[in-house]
């Protein structure tokens, strides 16, 4: 827990910007139920779509302490009083008494399987260590979100999109019951041309990453050699990518589509005959493979496919929405602090 406070009562505001990401393989091996007994991986990148989270000192003549701004708006005058969970117990563990206005901005809904809570839980955490003059590293970052999500408030989440918004890139992360080991993947391939065969479509639907992380039991030997699977099929293409044998994502769709029929396994609530649907139309106009984004159960539809078929997928999915992404290779940033 950080005991701090600003003395300088001169206007001060912060602005941090957070990618979301996009996971790619070792989805579910990242929950602690699983790691304690078993290593989890993780293959991830952050992506173009960001979580904004603006910090600024009230002013003395408002009537609130503080005044939140996000999906809804809170005015009160104790930490306590706050409804937003990561808010409330971000403001707590730095012990910042003095009134504050937080407000986010979005690029994308919340519930989408990208990521966005843990995103603006770092990006909080960013803002304010910038607003009372610390800087924090990556791996800081990261872990103290995980702490503030996980161990404080009890989601049934795991560590990789916090070690994602936080480091930014396409990585590896390895998890075990002795940390989170992060290893960049830049320099063995291309994530610029990797994008190129990525699709991303907006099913429409929100849906809680809790509840589907609910559904699963990892305490269940079938559940946890499936899952086991999972960390295979990461390891098999983190071993393609270092040895130089994958070249474009479209070399990958198999493989992402053997891991999706794994995952979806789990629990009836990661995918659903909406996606199965949605998501056979697109194998039969041309992609490779794919997976919904994240938890499951809703969110984004993630498609590898071929360039040359992008079209005619994006024609057989009518339903959906696409949604052009690119690679981010930066982490949670202060971009405004004055």
Known sequence: MIAT??????????????????????????????????????????????IY????????????????????????NTVT????????ECLKYFKIDEPLYISTIA????????????SFTVGLLNALYSYIGQAASAGRLAEEACHIEIEVLKSPIGKQDQHAAAFGG?????????????QSLEMMIDPKQLFENI???????????????????????????????IVKDCENVFEKIKN??????????????????????????????????????????????????????GGFLLLITPRDKKNQVTNSLTNLIPMPIN??????RVILNN
């Open 5 to 50: 406070s600003r003395t300088n009562k001169n206007s001060k505001i912060v602005i941090t910007q957070t990618p979301l990401r996009l996971s790619f393989f070792g989805g579910s091996s990242d929950i602690k139920e699983f790691y304690i007994k078993n290593k989890g991986c993780v293959i991830s990148s952050t992506i173009n779509k960001h």
């Open 53 to 76: 989270v603006i910090l600024k000192n009230h002013g003395d003549l408002f009537d609130e302490k503080y005044r939140l701004n996000y999906q809804y708006s809170e005015n009160v």
């Open 81 to 88: 009083d706050i409804k937003n969970n990561i808010i409330r």
């Open 107 to 118: 690029d994308i809904p919340a519930k989408s399987g990208l990521g966005s809570s843990s």
């Open 170 to 182: 396409f990585n590896k992360f390895d998890f075990s019951i002795s940390g989170v080991q992060s």
């Open 199 to 229: 699709q991303l479509f907006w099913t429409g639907i929100e849906r809680s990453a809790d509840d589907v992380l609910h559904s699963i039991d990892f305490s269940d030997p079938a559940s946890e050699k499936k899952v086991m699977s």
């Open 244 to 297: 130089k044998k994958i070249k474009n994502f479209g070399d990958l769709g198999k493989l992402f589509d053997k891991s999706w029929q794994t995952k979806k396994s789990l629990s009836n609530k990661i995918s659903s005959n909406i996606i199965d649907e949605a998501y056979n139309r697109a194998k039969d106009a041309g992609a490779l493979g794919g997976k919904i984004a994240g938890a499951g159960g």
């Open 327 to 332: 690679y981010e290779p930066y982490g949670s």
